[in-house]
């Protein structure tokens, strides 16, 4: 999405205003904490996971169509829960 997308599906959904700029610079901000979680080491063994996802809509090009979140969470062998990966997909 684009800044200005950010901001406007901001103010549809939560009813205020943001510009561009403040998105720009939350994005900046986080973007190294993302790619450090991307980039994680992971454990060899998750002897549990859950598999799931979460459906939503969204506007591409003034068509509503429906995408799907999959997020796996695995149980390590110490049993911690971490999200493994979250992928965008067309359906479940």
Do not use: C
């Not at 996802?53 to 169509?65: C, K, L, P, T």
């Not at 969470?73 to 999200?83: D, P, R, Y």
């Amino acid at each position: 999405m684009t800044t200005r997308q950010i901001s406007e599906t901001i103010e549809d959904i939560y009813g205020f205003e943001t510009s561009e700029g403040f998105i720009s610079d939350v994005t900046d901000k986080i973007l190294p904490q993302i790619e450090d979680w991307q980039n994680r080491p992971l454990d060899e063994v998750y002897p549990i996971l859950f598999i799931d996802a979460i459906h939503y809509s969204v506007r591409d090009n003034g068509v509503i169509r429906k995408l799907a979140a999959y997020v796996i969470l695995g149980i390590n062998t110490a049993g911690k829960k971490e999200v493994l990966t979250i992928q965008v997909g067309d359906n479940e």
